[in-house]
Structures are given as structure tokens and as C-alpha cells.
């Protein structure tokens, strides 16, 4: 049968010009044509004279994956190394073409993590970690202040908040040492273990190249035929399709430094670290359908949640903690290699230890000036803190600076305000495009007389950056990677039988979503491959949804203990700046002793009436229950004004009908029913729990005399961030 006969002619939306096999294709063949509904522009002189050629000699050529001299490359999955388990080698040009191209392909917005938000705070020191690093911002008492940017990998700027996606979690150090950025995400795990597959991974997960859609989110075929085929990245895209893919805030947000850093103490000792941020407001999670509604109705809901939560004084807190690991000459702790980004060390062997406390206490005045501007680098270091030969981190330190030269117009970026240091510069660098220092002296070179002999080098007496002389191993240089990298389930068949039975449904549905959102059946029986490795149950349930078969594990299933440290269930945490909607009759009603309590519980109180007025945060065409973490009832208001369909989508008329209470409050209610809040009603608001058939004393639903006491059960609810028994589960799992 001819292309012609087959339905990918029929329903749009086909990938590419022919369907892929399930088998990742090894004969080398010349790149495929374009599809029909595809063409190029006109070929044309620069001065706009037609020359006739075919538009196919501006595209690819030839079978062979070549550099952009057109040289044959025989591996682009690993940076060329000292050894498997050495440092990569500066000499690595494929590595430096493919990342420096990779770092110029957007201008301005960054290639990655364009979608971001930020806040200023301080971070104080415990002095715990003093005896493992010199770093005088670790010092017992020590005051730093910082800035902190929260971002999504994939999506453009102008892309929601709330999409399923790793999260960027970058702090600024700005120490008496220089800037120290700890550049991390909120999964503790990368797709890749090379830098040099950092390109390959991110033109999968962006936007398809001919229709730049879809925007900010992996589920699609590129995204899904790249990670299924590199099965290195099965831990972190499990992690993403977890509830950890959408948290419910930033403040509500763990963060990591991915790799492996080196400390070194004042002795000269080395300790190997894994940086951890915990929040301490607790790790949760929105439902996907809150998700949805969400980058509809509120694109910008964290950003909005951050900057909010600081205004009100509810001022977000972490706190800095490290897992300490002996600096062996393998490397390796309890049989899991540190040099290896796609893997933790699970917490109940190498526990979290608290080092500082960070909180955001202010708002950046101006979002492009310091969010857009500010520039991170890995390579940013201070005394006492290093890095090891983790290829991913390794390519990091070169990509950094050469994608900021790009992106902020040239070398002086940490000129810029927002990347000042705070402690004295004397470098020697001169002039460049936005140069805002005035330079003195006649000599910026050393050794040299005419300017007195400065700068001087410094030595470990005086606050030096003195790299731990860390042995090399000898070996030849080889494009490869230690066998113990090559491990790619195990890890993540431990994340999920750490999984509470409503976590693993959650991950179910991802997983069935995203897959199902893929055009070829060959990646989604490719997905279910790399499922059946995992677990056996999760992946007949996705296979269930797809309606495919399911098929059988190409490797023998792990057997690790579960590390509950991975469930964000269980719990119990402050409420602090939780926002809890108050539903009224009208405008004039008084709930002043029931907002006066939220307030006193340290949470945040929005009325919602149905028109605005004097006290009013919300109307019930403005409100959407996405941004209330819990509903107080305090009427059962009749149908507004502009109750109708053509005034308000909400105001559903068959609901209208059979009921004397707005729709869009019987939508409020049902909707954050659904998503497991604590609902709380006093007064007349015990009428609207009858007209959705909520009953008093169900799951999560309270209905008490007064206001104050309706609050206290809520409270006490939301200390568990949702009513989990509301979703009795269909998998199994440890307990929640």
C-alpha cells in the first residue's frame, strides 16, 4: 500500500513523512523528504534575485551524522575523556561545535528555562557544614543575601506556569568570596549523564521544528521517540511524570544541585556533597486537572503565588542540607556511582544534613533588569566548594558563559547589577561590548611594573581559589562512560515502589496522557518497552489506555528497598500563607472575625461575592478554585446579576434550575471537591454542601456553628495539603 492509501493522509498531525519503527533504525539511509504540506522559502540572492536552485540543497545531506565542516562523527553520546571516569578534555571539538551552537540558537530569550520568576533573600548559615568546606558563606552565623530564579525548561516566556516540566531552582550567592551560583532543578536527576547529549535532549522536548507546537510540554512524539530510544533518561522523565512535574507552588518546591560537588575544608580535606533544598512549607503538588484550568484561567499562577506570598508576609523558607559521601578514589557510595547525574543516593542511607536556612523576603522591582538579566553559571565558585568529573557538570562549566556572551550582548554580563559580586574585582578583562567599568592603570597584564605590580596573586593565606589537586586517572582518551553508568531501571523502579497508592495513580494517568498524546503507535509501544522495565502493573495500566499490548521486561526487575523520602504524602506541615476563599451572599456581609482568624493563622483570606465591592479579593466571575487551597462556605448566595451563560460560561443554566445558588459557587465547590481541598462551611453556607450532595462529616467536608470553628478543622486539614482518602486508589503502593 502507497503512502497515499494509508490514513496518515487523512488525519493531520503525523510527525513526520513516514511512521518510525519501534526498533531504533540502524541502516544508514539519506534524510527523508518533507511532507507535502511542507515548503521552504523561495531561493533568492541576498539582493533578492531568483537563482533557480532546488530549495534541498539549503537541507541536510548525506546518511552519516557529520560536524559542520562536514566531518564524519562516529559518537556524539559521550565527551572525550581522560579515561571513562575522567575529566573531559578541552580538546573535544565536537563537544565545544555541538554545545557553543546549541547555546546561540535563541536570541534573546534563554534556549532553556526562558519561563521564570524570582525573589531577593538572605541565607543564614548553621556553621554545620563548616568543618567539611572553608567557604566562609557556610561560617556559623554568616548572613548572605540572594537571588533566586524558579523557571520551566521547555516553554518560551510567554508559556504558563503551571505546564508539566522540570523546574528550574537557581540560587545566587552573593558572598564576601564572590558569587557562588548553586544552578539546580526540583528533581534531583538529569535525562542524560553528558553534557554532549544536552542539545539532543532539548530539541526533543521543544516545540516541533516545522509547527513550533506544541508549547511547553513533552507530550509528543519527539520528546517520547528520544527518551525511550536513550533509556538513560527513564529515572528523570519518571520523576517529571510524577506529581513533582506540577508543583503546587515554588514555595512549595524542593530543589537540588543535580550532581556531585566537592567540598574542601581548611586543612585541605575533600568531601563529596549532593546539595538539597528543602521547603519548609513541605514538597506537594497540583492535580492535573488544577494544572489545566490553571494555564487557562491563570497562565501565571506561581509566579503570581511567589510574588504574593512575600507581599503578604508569608515569607518562603528552605533550608540548604548536603549528603555527604567519603571522596574515595572510585567515587562510588553503597554501590551507586556519584559521577552519575541520573542517580540519587536514596536519604535513608546517606541522610540530608541541615546546613542554613533560606528565606525570600522581597520582590525584584523590575522583572527584566533582574529576572530576565540575571546570569548563572556552575562554574561560578568560592573556596571550599569544587566540582568533580561528572561529563554533565563538566560541559556545564564551558556552556554557561559562552550562551550569556549570546544572550546578554557580549563578555561584561556580570557587570549587569543583578550579577554583581559583592566583594572587590581587580581582572584584568578589558573593554567589550557594554563595558560599564572605568578601568585605571596602564597595565592590565602580569607580570607588570607600571601599575605597581597589581593585581597580585593571591595564596590559600589570603582567600585564593585553589582547584583540590584531585588525582587524574591514567588512562587513553576514549569517547565513553564507566560500565555503572550503564544501569538505567533500577533507580527508577525505586521511585516507584516508594509511591503511595495515590502517587502511582497519578503516574498512571501521566503517563497514559502523554503517551496517548503521540501520533506514532511505534513510540508509544517504545514507551510501554521502558514501562514493562520499571514495573509490571503501571505499565498494563498505561498499555490499558493506549490500547496496545503489553509487552515484556528486557531486563531482570530490581528488587530495592522503598525510601519514603521520595513520597511528598505522609506528612504534616505548616499552612503558612495557604489561601482560603471565603464565599459570601454580597459585598456588605460581614465575615470580618472569620478573615481576622485566617489572617492570625498566618494564611491568607480572599473574599469571593457576587459582585466586588469594598472587602471584596474576588466575584464569582473571577474566581476559579485553582487558587484556593480551601473554601469556607459562609452563605449560600442566590444567582447573581450576571448568572447567565451569555454573561459567564460557568453559570451552568441546567444547574440554575434546580437550585436557588449561583452555579458558578456550585462549580466552585465541586471543583475543589474534586481536587481533594477541605471544604468548611458554617451558617447558611451548609446549604450549598446539600445542593452538590456533600454531606457533613465526608471526607473533608466540616460544618460547625461559627466561622472560627469551621477554620480550625480546615486548618487541621490542610496540614496534609489535600484530603487524600478522597481518591481511593486502583493501584497499589506503600501506605500513604
Known sequence: MSSKDTPRDNIPGAPGVEPPPVDEPTRPRDPLPPKADQRGPATGSPTGQPTGADPA??????????????????????????????????????????????????????????RGAAAHGVFESYGTAARISRAAFLAEGARTPVFVRFSTVLGSRGSADTVRDTRGFAT???????????????????FIQDAIKFPDVIHAGKPHPDREIPQAQSAHDTFWDFVTLHTEATFHTLWNMSDRGIPRSFRMMEGFGVHTFRLVDAEGGTTLVKFHWKPKLGVHSLVWEEAQIAAGVDPDFHR????????????????????????????????????????????????????????????????????EQVAFHVGNLVPGVDVTNDALMQGRLFSYVDTQITRLGGP????????????????????????????????????NSLDGGCPFTAGADTGAYIEAPVEVPASRKVRDAAASFDDHFSQARLFWRSMTPPEREHIAAAYTFELGKCYENAVKERGLRVLANIDGELCRTVAAGLGLPVPEPTVPLADPEPSPALSQLGGRWPTDGRVIGIVVADAGQDVADVRQAVLAADMVPLVVAPTGGPGVQRTFATARSIEFDALLL????????????????????????????????????????????PLGAFGEGSDVLAAVGLAAGGAGVVARDTGAEALGQVAGLLAEHRVWDRFPPLLGGSPA
Do not use: C
Not at 545566587?172 to 538529569?190: C, M, Q, R
Open 172 to 190: 545566587k550567592f552573593y558572598t564576601s568570596e564572590g558569587v557562588f551560583d548553586l544552578v539546580g532543578n526540583n528533581i534531583p536527576v538529569f
Open 634 to 677: 459562609a452563605a449560600a448566595p442566590g444567582p447573581a446579576a450576571d448568572a447567565a451563560p451569555a454573561r459567564d460560561a460557568k453559570a451552568d443554566p441546567e444547574a440554575a434550575a434546580v437550585t436557588d445558588i449561583d452555579p458558578r459557587v456550585l462549580l466552585l465547590v465541586t471543583e475543589a471537591y474534586r481536587h481533594g481541598k
Open 57 to 114: 540543497t539549503a537541507a541536510q545531506a548525506g546518511a552519516y551524522l557529520t560536524t559542520a565542516q562536514g566531518a564524519r562523527l562516529y559518537d556524539t553520546d559521550h565527551s572525550l575523556k581522560a579515561g571513562p571516569r575522567g575529566p573531559v578534555l578541552l580538546q573535544d571539538h565536537h563537544l565545544r561545535e555541538k554545545i557553543t551552537h546549541f547555546d546561540h540558537e535563541r536570541i534573546p530569550e534563554r534556549v532553556v528555562h526562558a
Open 304 to 371: 503570581r503565588d511567589l510574588a504574593d506570598a512575600i507581599e503578604a508576609g508569608a515569607h518562603p523558607q528552605w533550608e540548604l542540607g548536603v549528603q555527604t559521601f567519603p571522596d574515595t578514589e572510585d567515587q562510588m557510595f553503597e554501590g551507586i556511582d556519584l559521577l552519575d547525574p541520573t542517580k540519587i543516593v536514596p536519604e535513608e542511607i546517606a541522610p540530608v544534613q541541615p546546613v542554613g536556612l533560606m528565606t525570600l523576603d522581597a520582590n525584584p522591582s523590575n522583572y527584566f533588569a533582574e529576572t
Open 412 to 447: 561584561n554580563f556580570p557587570q549587569l547589577p543583578i550579577n554583581r559580586t559583592h566583594a572587590p574585582v581587580n581582572d584584568m578583562l578589558r573593554d567589550g561590548m557594554h563595558q560599564t567599568a572605568v578601568h585605571r592603570g596602564v597595565a592590565p597584564y602580569r607580570p
